[in-house]
């Protein structure tokens, strides 16, 4: 029976170099010749089909070719994440078209931190601490936090519209208008959220904890389990980033005092004294949670506020009524 052995290497042993096998043999392969001039096939002649850079890379005989470094960024993307190792997860959102958005991408999103920024060191540390299965940093109240935020996006914020209708007396008509800006809102930006996933591939926290440059912990485990797609941004944040925003447009104001319960009459239930209030506990519980960077988290609810007024701006608008004569 074999068995099979996994070796992690830390990102400063990613190859930098691919090796030419041409410069090892004892005599040199036969040339591809033209089809047209049965003439040995030269760069001028790949030219039409191919970059310069690739050509030299397959008539060069030297040993050692260097890696481009957009390619060596490729080596450093998201690559499924245990213990499922699933493939990404629901990408086809990327290419759904939007319902008020000209496209996926219209709201462009800063982008990752470079993997190599102080700053990203900084917020995988965070992770690293406060995310752990077994951190000794995390409060008891962050953890229930953590685990709250598995609740669905659409049952948090509709127990916030609800509590916000029923203060200010809005009418049915009102109120139909209020969900339906919301949905709307939710659906784009969960559209713009995978596209934006498709867009900056980054490898989640689980990943770069295990094959860190330095202090590596190739058996660190975060509190949820890792769900199949990248990191950056977080699909949670830019679409309640996007629900809150549209609540507080269309109320005027930051909501009033709400509940949510996750998991049925006998789950977690967690209270709120506005919108913002919930849009920020639900932006720390997915560090907390490590299973997202705070700026993946940060970033997508930027994102989602963009989208909000745009849906706000676009969609549903207002009729002017016309007096009667």
């Not at 030219?47 to 030297?62: D, G, R, S, W």
């Not at 953890?143 to 809005?170: D, Q, V």
């Not at 490590?290 to 969609?315: F, P």
Request: charged share 20%; glycine share 6%.
């Amino acid at each position: 029976m074999n068995d099979t052995v996994k070796y992690l290497l830390d990102e400063s042993r990613i190859p930098k170099t691919w090796y030419n096998l041409q410069a090892d043999l004892p005599r040199p392969l036969p040339p591809v010749l033209h089809p047209g001039t049965q003439k040995p096939v030269g760069p001028d002649d790949l030219a039409p089909l191919f970059p310069m850079a690739l050509i030299m890379q397959e008539v060069t005989t030297e040993r050692d070719i260097e890696i481009p470094e957009p390619v060596r960024d490729v080596y450093r993307q998201w690559r499924p994440t245990p213990p499922a190792n699933a493939a990404f997860g629901s990408v086809f959102w990327a290419q759904v078209r939007p319902f008020v958005l000209s496209s996926p991408l219209e709201v462009p999103a800063p982008g990752p931190l470079a993997i190599d920024s102080v700053q990203y060191a900084k917020e995988i540390d965070e992770v690293r601490r406060l995310g752990a299965r077994d951190s000794k940093e995390r409060s008891a109240d962050q953890t229930s936090a953590a685990i709250f935020s598995l609740i669905k996006g659409t049952e948090l914020w509709s127990a916030a519209a609800r509590a916000a209708a029923a203060a200010k007396r809005t009418s049915p008509i009102e109120n139909a208008r209020i969900f339906a800006l919301m949905s709307l809102a939710t659906m784009d930006a969960t559209i713009a959220g995978w596209a934006i996933k498709k867009q900056h591939p980054l490898w989640r926290p689980i990943t770069a904890i295990r094959e860190a440059r330095a202090n590596a912990d190739p058996n660190w485990e975060p509190l949820l389990v890792t769900p199949p797609h990248p990191d950056y941004v977080s699909g949670h944040c830019i679409t309640s980033g996007a629900s809150s925003r549209v609540l507080a447009m269309l109320f005027g104001n930051d909501g009033v005092r709400f509940s949510a319960t996750y998991g049925g009459g006998f789950g977690l239930t967690r209270s709120y004294s506005g919108f913002t209030h919930a849009e920020k506990e639900i932006e720390d519980a997915r560090v907390w949670a490590g299973i997202h960077t705070r700026s993946a988290d940060v970033d997508g609810g930027i994102v989602g506020h963009k989208i909000a007024e745009l849906v706000v701006q676009r969609a549903m608008t207002p009729l002017a009524v016309k007096s009667a004569s």
